[in-house]
């Protein structure tokens, strides 16, 4: 791994020169996506929309997903969602929320009890209302919109408050494009993709202050070189950990989309797009949009102790 580059040394690609061009692009998604969200909406979970979840354990070995299906479909009860989860004997069973008061959601389960009978270990039954669905609706979009806040306060106290905007920018731009793609393809949207678009979130601002370190310590280094070759030249000298870090992280959401079962495949796709896009946001936005903010290079103190000009202005990268 100690040679392995997936980036080779010494890149030069101007991403800054291509910013007209990734503005654009963005543009268009973020249209997309808000078009998406309100003419089709998102697909939400039960947890979003209230029902009812029941968790059982077949007797008879591996549960058979398609006779369940099958058992299950023939009630009347609206959506039916089985899925297996942990071991192959273990079922979650999701039904859409009945229409009238609990009694209506009880002969809902009493109907699934008498289909399945004693052939299943009954381990949880859940009702979710929608006074809660609401709740957890609301937390949710609270704590994408209190992390996004405090990310800006981070960025900003820790760099400047250009840095901050451009963070935030690129972020929302994740956030949206996520909801975008569930809205696309109509993927069940529930509390597991709001975990997901907060890790997407913290990924994403790990990456971007990578690179944001990187600028501001060219900025101390090299302060009379042009700013978008200047930003050109921190992106491509940290694209190549940027990149590593994507890959690796890719390749162990691919084996969790892929093998964990269909539980954690909504998560596991919010996340895949989630680094994709967050990597890109990191580089071909938060970066190149700090052209139009005025950055200090440091103060006239600085310019006066500081003998790396000097030593740069001879050729020394």
Same mark, same amino acid.
């Given at each position: 791994?100690?040679?392995?580059?997936?980036?080779?040394?010494?890149?030069?690609?101007?991403? +800054?020169?291509?910013?007209?061009?990734?503005?654009?692009?963005?543009?268009?998604?973020?249209?997309?996506?808000?078009?998406?969200?309100?003419?089709?909406?998102?697909?939400?979970?039960? @947890?979003?929309?209230?029902?009812?979840?029941?968790? +059982?354990?077949?007797?008879?070995?591996?549960?058979?997903?398609?006779?369940?299906?099958?058992?299950? &479909?023939?009630?009347?009860? &609206?959506?039916?969602?089985?899925?297996?989860?942990?071991?192959?004997?273990?079922?979650?069973?999701?039904?859409? $929320?009945?229409?009238? @008061?609990?009694?209506?959601?009880?002969?809902?389960?009493?109907?699934?009890?008498?289909?399945?009978?004693?052939?299943?270990?009954?381990?949880?039954?859940?009702?979710?209302?929608?006074? %809660?669905?609401?709740?957890?609706?609301? @937390?949710?979009?609270?704590?994408?919109?209190?992390?996004?806040?405090?990310?800006?306060?981070?960025?900003?106290?820790?760099?400047?408050?250009?840095?901050?905007?451009?963070?935030?920018?690129?972020?929302?731009?994740?956030?949206?494009?996520?909801?975008?793609?569930?809205?696309?393809?109509?993927?069940?949207?529930?509390?597991?993709?709001?975990?997901?678009?907060?890790?997407?979130?913290?990924?994403?601002?790990?990456?971007?202050?990578?690179?944001?370190? $990187?600028?501001?310590?060219?900025?101390?280094?090299?302060?009379?070189?042009?700013?978008?070759?200047?930003?050109?030249?921190? +992106?491509?000298?940290?694209?190549?950990?940027?990149?590593?870090?994507?890959?690796?992280?890719?390749?162990?959401?691919?084996?969790?989309?892929?093998?964990?079962?269909?539980?954690?495949?909504?998560?596991?796709?919010?996340?895949?797009? &989630?680094?994709?896009?967050?990597?890109?946001?990191?580089?071909?936005?938060? %970066?190149?949009?700090?052209?139009?903010?005025?950055?200090?290079?440091?103060?006239?103190?600085?310019?006066?102790?500081?003998?790396?000009?000097?030593?740069?202005?001879?050729?020394?990268?």
């Amino acid at each position: 791994m100690k040679h392995l580059h997936l980036v080779p040394a010494g890149t030069t690609i101007d991403f +800054v020169g291509k910013k007209i061009m990734f503005f654009a692009f963005s543009v268009v998604l973020i249209l997309a996506s808000l078009g998406l969200f309100g003419t089709k909406g998102l697909n939400y979970g039960i @947890d979003f929309k209230g029902g009812i979840m029941m968790e +059982v354990r077949t007797k008879s070995g591996p549960a058979d997903i398609g006779q369940l299906r099958d058992q299950l &479909g023939g009630l009347g009860l &609206g959506e039916v969602s089985i899925q297996e989860f942990g071991e192959p004997e273990e079922v979650l069973i999701r039904i859409q $929320r009945q229409e009238g @008061d609990e009694k209506a959601q009880q002969r809902a389960v009493l109907a699934v009890k008498d289909v399945l009978k004693d052939s299943v270990e009954y381990r949880r039954t859940e009702f979710v209302g929608p006074k %809660v669905s609401e709740e957890l609706f609301m @937390d949710g979009v609270m704590a994408v919109s209190f992390a996004i806040a405090a990310i800006l306060v981070y960025i900003w106290f820790r760099f400047e408050w250009q840095f901050g905007m451009g963070a935030v920018i690129a972020l929302i731009h994740d956030v949206i494009s996520t909801i975008g793609i569930f809205a696309l393809l109509g993927m069940e949207f529930n509390l597991s993709t709001v975990a997901a678009i907060l890790t997407i979130a913290g990924y994403s601002i790990n990456d971007t202050v990578v690179v944001y370190d $990187r600028v501001r310590e060219n900025l101390r280094k090299y302060k009379k070189m042009e700013l978008p070759e200047l930003l050109n030249k921190s +992106v491509n000298e940290t694209l190549s950990r940027t990149v590593m870090t994507s890959v690796t992280t890719l390749l162990a959401l691919l084996a969790l989309y892929i093998l964990g079962g269909e539980v954690i495949r909504g998560f596991s796709f919010a996340m895949i797009w &989630g680094i994709l896009i967050g990597t890109y946001s990191s580089i071909c936005l938060a %970066v190149p949009i700090l052209t139009y903010f005025a950055i200090r290079r440091g103060d006239e103190e600085e310019d006066e102790n500081s003998e790396i000009e000097k030593v740069e202005g001879e050729g020394t990268a």
